[in-house]
């Protein structure tokens, strides 16, 4: 009687990817990150974007690269500003959508506010005694409303005496105004916050 042979299982060669799949995985985590900076409300730094999706650094460059040139015939563009990356609407629609977002947040802003807005613009990081300060008179009303209408945010605290809260503007408040971003204001002048409020009325 013959021995009996090992059973010999054969293993399926090993099939080379399509030329196409890495286009295909650019692809999906340039959507990811083009996810990641809808819902931000702030620019993104490259390493941050590398450790959420938990890919290599050259890899989410080369997404974002991939994302700039698929939004280059749409409404939106991808910019590089603070050190990060962030979705923003196009210059030429400026107008447009400031208009929008006027409508869209019902009545006009008050002298009150848009002073305590300026003063936050142009001074943040800045606390409300600052912000105070600067206005002579107290703000905490206007604050409250702003950050109501999401045109300004709280940033974190001062390390200092009481750790007072720190506030700053947040891309509502650059398209509410049609400012590509803060480098957009204009200098402050002599006039202070009166050259401010010719801006942003």
Known sequence: MDEEQPLRIEEP???AP???????????????????????????PLEHL????????PAVREALEHLRRRLMHGGLLLRAVAGGY????RPEHADLVRRFLQKEHGERLTRGALETLAVIA??????????????????????????????????GRRPTLGRPMLFGTTELFLRYFGLHDLSGLPPMGERGVGALLDVMR
């Open 13 to 15: 060669p090993v099939e």
């Open 18 to 44: 399509p030329a196409g799949d890495d286009e295909q995985a650019a692809s999906a985590l340039a959507a990811a990150v083009e996810s990641l900076l809808f819902v931000a409300d702030r620019p993104i």
């Open 50 to 57: 590398a450790d959420t999706l938990a890919a290599p650094v």
């Open 86 to 89: 962030q979705l923003a609407t």
């Open 122 to 155: 142009y001074r943040q990081p800045v606390t409300r005694g600052e912000i105070e300060q600067i206005r002579g008179v107290r703000s905490d009303w206007h604050i409250e409303r702003l950050l109501e209408r999401q045109l300004i945010r709280e940033l």
